[in-house]
């Protein structure tokens, strides 16, 4: 069966520090891969999704990246952290129409 | 522009009462709908899932229904239960987004199942 592992789970950094998130997949091969985040009391916002190893399309312009260096590896980062990228932030794959997520980052910048 | 609407923030319900969660989309290219659930500070998990060809699906306790003319769909979870207690998210994808199966969310419906 298919895990999807997110770490860390949680996560306090100052303004200004760097950032990175990873996602892996375990039982399955070349999975779509999304990150989303969720702000406190919102919805689910897509951010980045890859169909594919260095493949990366992004939904909304910000402070984030996103990289695919393997085919089961998902990476988050970003160079200089706001205020305003605290929030739930959310790993998810896909093989046909339906998405499974991971346990999720909970990023507080302070 | 909210394309998949959640207008009811939260719903309470008594256990063993039927729960009806609802949401509304503009965008007549979406063609498959999926229904998650959430606990706090845990990923969502996926529930059920219904494809625009259909207007009903169900899965034990939950059954989703689709009125493509309405734009509209609901989950009913019957009989409700105390571990139901959670966020419900509605999700719609479009037809012409190609391999990469993008969702479009709703912000999410809290319920509460009393005892």
């Known amino acids: 069966s298919q895990t999807i592992h997110q770490w860390p789970a949680t996560l306090v950094q100052p303004v200004g520090s760097p950032l990175s998130l990873e996602c892996t997949v375990e039982?399955?091969?070349?999975?779509?891969l999304y990150w989303y985040r969720q702000a406190a009391g919102r919805g689910l916002q897509l951010l980045f999704y890859s169909v594919g190893i260095g493949q990366i399309s992004s939904e909304v312009p910000q402070n984030l990246s996103a990289s695919r260096p393997q085919d089961r590896q998902f990476i988050l980062s970003s160079k200089k952290l706001l205020l305003s990228d605290s929030g739930f932030y959310l790993c998810?794959?896909?093989?046909?129409?339906?998405?499974?997520f991971g346990p999720g980052t909970r990023l507080t910048v302070l | 522009d909210q394309q998949v609407k959640q207008n009811s923030p939260s719903l309470s319900v008594q256990e063993g009462r039927i729960s009806i969660l609802n949401c509304d989309y503009t965008n007549s290219m979406f063609d498959y709908f999926l229904w998650y659930k959430k606990y706090p500070a845990e990923g969502p998990t996926f529930l059920i899932s219904i494809s625009s060809i259909k207007d009903k699906n169900e899965d034990g306790r939950f059954t989703v229904f689709l009125n493509k003319s309405a734009k509209h769909l609901s989950l009913h979870i019957v009989p409700s239960q105390p571990g139901d207690s959670a966020v419900y998210f509605c999700a719609a994808k479009s037809a012409n987004t190609g391999t990469a199966s993008k969702l479009t969310f709703g912000t999410g419906t809290r319920l509460q199942v009393t005892l």
């Open positions: 998810a794959w896909s093989d046909m129409d339906t998405q499974y």
């Open positions: 039982g399955t091969s070349n999975p779509n």
